[in-house]
DNA sequence: CGAGTTTGACCCGCGC
DNA sequence: GCGCGGGTCAAACTCG
């Protein structure tokens, strides 16, 4: 099974540039207020000392309406800011649970922000007409790709054979393309060949359009090693989570040769011990990639009493792995309790790029999309179930 | 001095 | 069995 979330990223955010705007009216309008007193002090030719004490005050007054009025304005802003934050974790376990459920059916599953919301929807709604015809073709991904801010690939399949499929798809030429074209959709349709192995590991690669050696994504990292990969100059750097001793993830970062300022990095493994909030989101996908592998054997007995509540124990688990406030809270947790979380939960803060992703209102609309699809995809194939309504709610009310 | 980086050596799987 | 290439190790080095 493989499946692609890719996020687009347009270069100006549009938070960014609503929160400008925003600015630029208070500008606007705290200019004219005090054009308007001046106006009103040069139009009153004689200068009276009590006059221009009316007027200081009237200036004040108007001063702290406006500051009082972007107070205001700003407490509402960081309980949208809060709501975004709550709103993509909630999603992001929901979304673990759903591509659980799904991870025989769908071979990718495609996000894409970029654009405005209508075009996010729209693409949404792409995203299950693609996945009702076997999911987009790698060419098309190649293409769409070719436009990325970021993209997001999540594979569980096994080593050697995939992590070829992965070199082929970092360094394409037509051959490979095309070989790979045709056997993507050969095992479409004769049905996946991939054998589950109980010693495989998930791997999630991201593409991000970065200028900075590595990612920041808000995780701890220690390089370990450093290689000239066949058939790329750029070297291929080996990073090791530090976060926490014996923590088994790792990732490579190699820079793409066709792109240079795009940046490949590699996640493996499952992080065994909690994530601050950005870095979550790539870890979900990666321990939702390792639960699926898992699941193929736990699974296998109906009597588990691993399944409760909709969710699989070990879905559950890795989640907790992950965020330990899950079962108390399933909200984000507090700057208190991880003390490597950025303090500010902003946009244009430097906790990272997922921090920023996961805050971006278009990031949600995908979400939202890519999962209402997989929901519906299910539902149709399916009978549905308690966690499937919730998340169509949750996306609906992005 | 400890943590992180660099880099050559080594290990292991795979194909021929 | 041998060579190749990817991945890892570990000693030396750098930096704060």
Redesign the pocket.
Known sequence: MEINLSLRIEREESQDFEMQELDDNHFAEKEEASMAAIGEVEDGAPLDVSLQDNHNTGELSVLEMEMNRMKEENKVLRKVVEKTMQDYYDLQMKFAVVQQNNRQKDPQIFLSLNGDKQQAIQRGSNIAKNLQKHGSSPLEDEENEEELGLSLRLRTGS???E??EE?NHETPNLASMKNKFHESHLSAITGSHVVPSPNRKARVSVRARCQT??MNDGC?????????????PC??????C?AAPGCPV?K?VQRCQEDMSILIT?Y?GTHNHPLPFGATAMAATASASAAAAESSFTLLDSSNPALSNGIPSFTRASLLHQNPHFINHQRAPSPAAFPWMPSKLSPSSNGGNVTAIASDPKFRVAVAAAITSLINKETQTTQPNASSSSSIGAGREL
């Open positions: 080593g050697e054979r992590r070829k070199e050696a590595t701890q990292w220690r390089k370990y090693g450093q290689k000239i990969a066949k058939g790329n070297p291929r750097a080996y990073y090791r530090t790792r490579q590699t493996e």
